[in-house]
Nanobody, 122 residues
């Protein structure tokens, strides 16, 4: 199991906001792109946002304009600020390294932390 601690999930009403936090091991964090993934019931795990060591960000189209990823390198920490949440955002959210392939494809890591549950419901 990877050495990460994810937190900040919970139950929120549609239109609400949450901020997720992840503290990772220095081995994971150093020189790696880091990202937030999510897995909804019955769906595949997907990468929703990533940030490189210089702060450059990438987002899935489904969250662009609503989610903001950030990292603090000295603290091995990344955040995901989620605004304007909707029921389709309901999922377990995980942080992990991001390994890129060709044409912006990514490889899912083999090991994962426990994740944090986000539920958007009225």
């Amino acid at each position: 199991q990877v050495q990460v601690v994810e937190s900040g999930g919970g139950l929120v009403q549609p239109g609400g906001s949450l901020r997720l936090s992840c503290v990772a091991s220095e081995t994971m964090f150093s020189m790696n792109d880091m990202g937030w993934y999510r897995q909804a019931p019955g769906k595949e795990r997907e990468l929703v946002a990533s940030v490189d060591s210089g702060g450059g960000q990438k987002y899935a189209d489904s969250v662009k304009g609503r989610f903001t990823i950030s990292r603090i390198n000295d603290m091995n920490t990344i955040y995901l600020q989620m605004n304007s949440l909707n029921p389709e955002d309901t999922a377990v959210y995980y942080c992990n390294v991001v390994t890129w392939g060709l044409r912006m494809k990514y490889f899912l890591p083999d090991s994962w932390g426990q994740g944090t549950q986000v539920t958007v419901s009225s």
